[in-house]
């Protein structure tokens, strides 16, 4: 139990679908990150929230929305994905951006 | 780029070796982290050196910093099998970047 909630744990949906992935942590941090881990590649930053306010967007594609409603919840909102998208989906929060990072076990989505 | 590039991409040890992986990055850092990731679940994070540290120690881990020469290693001493897991190194240079990793399997 590593204080950090992803649901679901899987997600299969098609390319017109619109879908949401979840993430809470129980540790009292300020900073919350979206991560991308695709086979062969390196684990790609998504998003960075810092005190619930959005400070790192690593070029990600519209298609990915990211929302951060309060200090404990991180949702990225899913639309009109490509096959290119089916990764595995890590959250992960820090109590400050140099500290370590605690991640959640994923979501394993898979685009039809 | 900045990310960690971790070396060997594979390594195949017998239980009660060592294991050493090495890590390159190219830019100044606030702090160098390592971490570990079993199949199907997510990283966890096993130390953190500071840039002004040369060597750290957590149990049967041992890490090293060189900041000149870019460089870390982790050396897991003693290995068992739990230990097969990809491991990875993250320069902080105000986020972590992490590389591809090095797979580490430990053979009973």
């Known amino acids: 139990e590593t204080g950090v909630t992803q649901t679901p744990r899987h997600l299969v949906m098609g390319m017109t679908n619109k879908k949401s992935l979840k993430c809470e942590q129980h540790?009292?941090?300020?900073?919350m990150y979206w991560y991308k881990q695709s086979a062969k590649k390196p684990l790609e930053l998504m998003f960075v929230?810092?005190?619930?306010?959005?400070?790192e967007n690593n070029s990600v594609p519209s298609r990915f929305s990211p929302e951060c409603p309060n200090s404990s919840h991180l949702f990225l909102h899913l639309h009109t994905l490509q096959p290119e998208d089916s990764a595995l989906y890590l959250c992960?929060?820090?109590?400050?951006?140099?500290?370590?990072?605690?991640f959640g076990d994923g979501t394993r989505l898979s685009i039809l | 780029s900045q990310q960690g590039e971790e070396d060997p991409q594979a390594l195949s040890i017998q239980e009660g070796e060592n294991a050493t992986m090495n890590c390159s990055y190219k830019?100044?850092?606030?702090?160098l982290q390592w971490y570990r990731q079993n199949s199907g679940r997510g990283l966890v994070h096993l130390i953190l050196?500071?840039?002004?540290?040369r060597e750290k120690h957590s149990g049967r881990l041992r890490v090293t910093l060189d900041t000149s020469k870019k460089s870390s290693s982790l050396l897991i001493t003693a290995s068992r099998a739990a230990d097969t897991a990809s491991y990875f190194c993250a320069p902080n240079t105000g986020k972590l970047i992490f590389g591809q990793g090095t797979t580490l399997q430990v053979k009973p």
């Open positions: 540790l009292g941090h300020n900073a």
């Open positions: 050196i500071r840039s002004n540290e």
């Open positions: 992960a929060s820090s109590q400050l951006s140099n500290q370590p990072q605690h």
């Open positions: 830019t100044s850092i606030n702090n």
């Open positions: 929230y810092n005190f619930k306010e959005q400070t």
